[in-house]
């Protein structure tokens, strides 16, 4: 394991850590998105889809959604945020449905 060095930029020290790779960085913005996602669905569920709340996490969502679009990512359904998303939604479904 590599040691982190520490270095001093404009008087604020700050750890240096590897670069990610490739895949490293995708899966980070593949969980950042899923939490997103999560994020959007439960305040859907607990504030209603036209709050100023719920709007606000539609469009953070939605930013990064349209940045995984345009560099060609696609939404990991099988991180257990998106799991979770989903299973709200089929909720939502049903109780509209019944």
Do not use: C
């Amino acid at each position: 394991m590599k040691a982190k060095r520490k270095e001093r930029v404009a008087g604020v020290t700050t750890k240096r850590t590897a670069p990610q790779t490739k895949a490293e960085m995708i899966a980070t913005i593949q969980r950042q998105e899923a939490a997103l996602f999560l994020m959007l669905k439960q305040s859907e569920v607990f504030w209603g889809a036209d709050n100023t709340l719920t709007r606000i996490d539609r469009t953070r969502w939605a930013v990064l959604n349209e940045l995984m679009t345009s560099l060609g990512i696609t939404t990991d359904l099988s991180l257990p945020d998106n799991i979770k998303a989903g299973e709200l939604i089929t909720e939502r479904l049903r109780r509209e449905h019944a």
